[in-house]
């Protein structure tokens, strides 16, 4: 039983037809229900529906007879623990989140069952989020709002991520020509740079420097998880690297990024983290592996492999079948013969022509010929 009287009002049952005929009233004031029982019959001209007991309890504060036309909204009366009607003057009626809660106006258009509002309204349910047409039952509203809970849990778990923003580490030259990439992208908007050499509130391209990587967990904790490593390692590849492991281990992940002026073949299988920079080409499955670097104007031919790490500078051409090891630079406008191979760590000078093999580590001097003739 429950504490407090019960509302029972008028619902809507044709979204053109705010009102409707009492065409059967089945109760009396003081008359107990159980929960179930069929209170009245309304009728528009298109449609006929019964309004059932929510609950059980004494009619009282019934006002209306059969042969009225009553609107939706309206209370028909109220089931209560007591025969005694309300009265303007008591407590239950001053106090108006006991008897008479504020409910929403009806959508126009939505049709649904007095047990269904009282389940919408107790919810606090959008009504407006109802399909047009259809009566909806209290069960068919159930069903929805489990749909509804789902999606919140849905997006309370991925609330946290943003998949359009990230950051850039690393605010020199190459920090620079990312931004531009990405810019000409238009998929993704830079949130800032963080670089550790730079100050807080430093300006790149327009975009703000926000402080060097202690502040990583801090932005991946507000949503922000996807970064571009900007450190070229051209000095060194281990400070590339160990920039890379700075943004896995607060949590973010580096996307392959391409610019809309470079050609890559449908055939090409790039990982994450490669950066592809303007006007270069990538020939037939071509296979470049995390974190690769392939510069401004830079062929790389059918078949080529480009391990994790590797540098392929502006300008430099590499045959069909080259495979160049992880961590190693190909400098400005060098050129690669078909099939030869380059180590691990290889250094291979602007200008120089590779014709054959290059050991693990090997250092070939800029405008050289490999191996020396």
Not at 82 to 111: A, F, H, M, V
Request: hydrophobic residues 40%; charged residues 20%; glycine residues 10%.
């Amino acid at each position: 039983m429950n504490i407090h009287p019960v509302l029972v009002l008028i619902p809507l049952l044709n979204p053109n037809e705010p009102e409707a005929n009492l065409v059967s009233l089945t109760i009396k004031e003081g008359q107990y229900v159980n929960k179930g029982e069929i209170l009245c019959t309304l009728e528009t001209t298109k449609s006929t529906a019964d309004v059932v007991a929510e609950s059980e309890g004494y009619v009282i504060n019934l006002i209306h007879s059969v042969g009225q036309v009553v609107r939706t909204g309206e209370i028909l009366c109220y089931l209560s623990e007591s025969p005694t009607p309300l009265k303007p003057d008591t407590e239950y009626k001053q106090d108006k989140t006991k008897i008479e809660p504020k409910t929403p106006p009806i959508p126009n258009g939505i049709r649904i069952t007095q047990p269904a509002l009282n389940l919408a309204n107790q919810i606090k349910f959008d009504l407006s989020q109802l399909p047009v047409g259809p009566l909806i039952t209290e069960s068919m509203l159930q069903k929805l709002i489990g749909k509804e809970m789902d999606k919140t849990k849905f997006n309370s778990i991925n609330s946290q991520f943003d998949p359009g923003k990230l950051i850039i580490y690393g605010g020199g030259g190459h920090g620079k020509m990312l931004i531009d990439l990405v810019r000409a992208l238009g998929i993704y908007k830079i949130i800032g740079i963080i670089d550790d050499g730079l100050k807080p509130g430093d300006d790149v391209l327009g975009i703000r420097v926000l402080g060097n990587a202690d502040i990583l967990p801090d932005l991946q904790s507000e949503g922000v998880k996807m970064a571009l490593n900007a450190i070229g390692g051209i000095g060194d590849i281990r400070i590339r690297i160990e920039v890379f492991k700075k943004l896995a281990d607060a949590g973010f992940v580096c996307p392959a990024v391409v610019h809309p002026s470079a050609t890559v073949e449908p055939s090409v299988s790039l990982s994450p983290a490669v950066q592809i920079f303007a006007r270069s080409y990538i020939g037939s499955q071509a296979k470049i592996k995390y974190g690769a670097i392939v510069n401004t104007g830079a062929i790389i031919s059918h078949d080529c492999f480009l391990d994790e790490y590797a540098i392929i500078s502006p300008g430099a051409i590499l045959a069909g079948e080259v495979h160049v090891g992880k961590g190693s630079l190909v400098g400005m406008a060098v050129t690669v013969n078909l099939r030869a191979e380059i180590g691990e760590g290889a250094r291979i000078g602007n200008g120089a022509t590779v014709k054959g093999n290059v050991p693990p580590a090997t250092v070939i001097r800029a405008g050289s010929i490999w191996p020396a003739t």
